[in-house]
């Protein structure tokens, strides 16, 4: 599946455990010998009362997240294709807490991620030195939404760089406000 060009394996594990391994998570995820995707959703039986499932998210390099909106988003469409819920909003479990996803009528999956977090120090964000340096012409920020992330804003398109930020598994190889690839 995907949401807005972030593609995703689902996993349904509602009718039993499964424990994959960080390493097998990162051979799923794996774009030359493995399905390949940028994030592994594992859908779960409910872990409390007041719930209807419980979600997991993993990263490529086999890391759990909090979070994922464009995950949500395909997750609701899952459960929903699938015939694991009729209902049209649903609580959820996750790494980061509760969200509460509906599926609208016109097929569109709304998803309240909260108040995104800005305050460096709660996001969490250290930025070593040479990132900062490389952001010396530019803003250097970030917020967290559910799962960390890393804003550098420059006025140039010359002004390249790269760096690699704690908890992202890709290097970011585009820092300013043109277009950008990842590697």
């Known amino acids: 599946m995907q949401g807005l060009g972030n593609d995703f394996v689902v996993l349904d594990a509602t009718g039993g455990s499964l424990?994959?391994?960080?390493?097998?998570?990162?051979?799923?995820?794996?774009?030359?010998?493995?399905?390949?995707?940028?994030?592994?959703?594992?859908?779960?039986?409910?872990?409390?009362?007041?719930?209807?499932?419980?979600?997991?998210?993993?990263?490529?390099?086999?890391?759990?997240?909090?979070?994922?909106?464009?995950?949500?988003?395909?997750?609701v469409r899952y459960v929903h294709e699938h015939g694991l819920t009729g209902k049209r909003e649903i609580r959820v479990g996750t790494l980061g807490g509760l969200i509460v996803p509906r599926l609208e009528g016109d097929g569109q999956v709304t998803v309240n991620m909260g108040v995104p977090e800005f305050d460096p120090s709660r996001i969490p964000f250290?930025?070593?030195?040479?990132?900062?340096?490389?952001?010396a012409n530019g803003i250097l920020g970030g917020s967290n939404s559910g799962t960390p992330m890393l804003t550098v804003t420059r006025p140039s398109p010359s002004r390249r760089g790269t760096i690699t930020p704690p908890r992202v598994p890709t290097r970011i190889s585009c820092l300013d406000v043109s277009p950008c690839s990842r590697t």
């Open 126 to 135: 250290q930025a070593p030195a040479r990132a900062r340096a490389g952001a």
């Open 19 to 75: 424990s994959l391994a960080p390493g097998q998570l990162r051979r799923l995820a794996d774009r030359h010998f493995g399905i390949g995707c940028d994030q592994i959703l594992q859908i779960e039986a409910p872990r409390q009362a007041d719930t209807d499932f419980y979600y997991r998210i993993f990263n490529a390099d086999g890391a759990e997240v909090e979070q994922c909106g464009n995950g949500a988003r395909c997750f």
